[in-house]
């Protein structure tokens, strides 16, 4: 919990000029969106987010001694950070994602953790 708190605090110690560029090649729109509103991590409720596609970029991953969650530190478009944790991940997706990846997640779910 604390290495996620102080990743968030210190923006992944990303130099600004990198995370600016990071920043700026999110997808605010998609071609086709199929309904879904394209939204920052400001826009979202705790809880489900029922036709929501969050679009973020991975900084870097939160290694951590046990596999389960998967957990990234991620940024949205509009310079947003929060940590990003995905269940029942492959060994082979895992290994694909790295930093600088896009993430789009349909129907996000905010889980709100205070420390």
Sequence with gaps: MSRAYGSISNKG????????DMVKSIPQTLPIENGM???DISQLHIGENPGM???LKIVHNLEKPQDVPVSF???DFKHNF???SIYHVSNVLKEK???GSEILIKNPQLVLIQL
């Design 82 to 84: 929060c940590v990003m």
């Design 97 to 99: 994602i790295r930093s």
């Design 73 to 75: 530190l991620v940024v």
């Design 53 to 55: 596609m969050a679009s």
């Design 13 to 20: 110690k990303i130099k600004s000029n990198r995370l600016t």
């Design 37 to 39: 509103k394209i939204v």
